[in-house]
């Protein structure tokens, strides 16, 4: 499971920064944002020139073999697309809810149920199959339960707070309201569903400011009632403070102590990227700030440490292969022993998590016109072909914060290399599809006032 919070609107990369810290504290500031994306909106395309890449000029005329398309069979789609997602269980089939930016009050009740499409071969036409009393909402994310993908979940409603939980078990045709976890005085939302055996596990977050004491909660009758998850290893509490994954049947969850015990604090470097995603990493002479991470087999009852290469690893994400063999994962990490401590490594795993090794760095590609600190800064991808991809940032001279489009790399080549693959977009998180000739990477792109958008795609490779 991917992780996706669905976040936009922050300025500037510090302030993304300044998220990621009040998550590791169980504070957030608004759970209609994504930092990444607002990273990502803070940047500007710098204008076509000629000549050769250096660490100071435009890089073009470096071409991107890829462009985003519209989906096919978009008549059939909703206008405006809010939520997407692909099953883990059945990767061709999908679903997409519409939204709309003036939408009521009346069709944002939880008595509404969403306005729905879905697809069963991998995108190639999609079907409405939400009933006519579906509409679309101000907001609508999306969740499948990873072993059957006619159960799925929609967290929609308005873009105040009030965003009802609603689940359907037959592909989205019929939908109904179901309780959701709450926090006494607090406004919250649902971040994410999945669903383990019998249980139901829900992570929450607040609207505006505050601290939840429990983030994570599970219910074992359909959501009728919730039980927060106290995550306790080895007699510590800790505070649960990322998102959830699933590394095969295992639920992986990222966990820190409490604030109480200090959240970190920023290296100076010297230009203004590298610095401001470095928060919450240590000083030169400290040791890195651990983002630890704990893996269930048993719906959250119990809980054991999960093996990272590093201590401060971040971006963890995992992906199935297309037959289900292999399990894929990556994360990437700052202050790396044998690196500058300004350059970000990824580590990447064929195993699930159980063996790591290194990738290249953007050190020196494009002939140093990558922030070598960019790699993960602002989202970092594996695909279900094993490859990987990051988008990634031009810090410092003339171009200073120029987008630098995303690069890919194939870890099973000879030699392992970064290379052009195609220009960002302002969007959600990407989901992947295998395809009978490789994969097939989907994204929204997101409307100006990010209530909804347009669903694009391309092909690998």
């Known amino acids: 499971m991917m992780r996706r919070h669905r976040a936009r609107g922050l300025a500037s990369a510090a302030l993304l920064a300044l998220m990621t810290l009040l998550a590791a504290c169980g504070q957030t500031t608004t759970t209609t944002t994504n930092g990444a994306a607002a990273g990502l909106q803070s940047l500007k395309t710098p204008s076509a020139t000629s000549g050769t890449p250096s660490p100071t000029a435009i890089p073009l005329p470096y071409t991107f073999p890829k462009q985003w398309l519209p989906a096919p069979d978009s008549a059939d789609l909703p206008p405006q697309i809010g939520g997407l997602a692909f099953s883990v269980s059945s990767p061709q089939t999908g679903y997409v809810c519409g939204t709309a930016s003036t939408s009521s009050s009346a069709n944002n009740s939880s008595a509404t149920p969403p306005f729905v499409a879905a697809t069963s071969n991998g995108g190639q036409t999609w079907r409405t199959v939400a009933g006519s009393t579906a509409r679309a909402k101000s907001v609508c994310n999306l969740f499948i339960d990873q072993n059957n993908a006619n159960d799925v979940f929609a967290v929609a409603g308005d873009q105040s707070g009030h965003q009802p939980l609603y689940r359907s078990q037959d592909g989205g045709v019929t939908w109904k ?33 505050g601290n939840l004491s429990h983030p994570l909660y599970a219910s074992g009758d359909g959501g009728m009632s919730w039980q927060p998850i106290d995550l306790v290893v080895n007699g510590a509490s800790l505070q649960i403070s990322g998102q959830l994954w699933f590394d095969g049947s295992a639920l992986v969850i990222e966990a820190a102590p409490s604030c109480a015990q200090g959240c970190g604090y920023m290296l100076p470097l010297s230009n203004r990227h590298t610095a ?65 401590a300004a350059t970000s490594v990824a580590f990447y795993s064929t195993d699930g998590g159980a063996h790591w090794r290194q990738l290249p760095t953007l050190a020196g590609v494009e002939n140093g016109y990558l922030d070598p600190g960019s790699l993960g800064a602002l989202g970092a991808f594996v695909f279900p072909d094993g490859s990987v991809a990051t988008t990634a940032f031009h810090g410092s001279g003339l171009n200073n914060d120029s987008d630098a489009g995303t690069f890919l790399l194939r870890p099973g080549d000879a030699t392992p290399a970064w290379h052009p693959l195609i220009l960002r977009v302002d969007g959600n998180f990407w989901q992947t599809v295998a395809t009978a000739t490789g994969v097939r990477v989907w994204q929204v792109r997101m409307l100006p006032d990010n209530s909804g958008g347009q669903l694009m795609y391309f092909d690998l490779p």
């Open 177 to 209: 309201p179901i309780n959701q976890p709450t926090a006494t005085g607090m406004n919250t939302s649902v971040l994410q569903v999945a669903v383990v055996g019998s249980r139901l596990i829900a992570l929450i977050a607040v609207n505006g400011e």
């Open 276 to 340: 401001t995603t470095l928060l919450g990493e240590p000083l030169s002479s400290q040791p890195p700030t651990p983002n630890d991470y704990y893996q269930s087999t048993d719906g959250g009852r119990t809980w054991s440490p999960f093996t990272t290469p590093v201590r401060n690893l971040s971006n963890l994400t995992f992906t199935r292969s297309a037959d289900g063999s292999t399990t894929y994962a990556l994360g990437t990490a700052l202050a790396v022993p044998n690196q500058p």
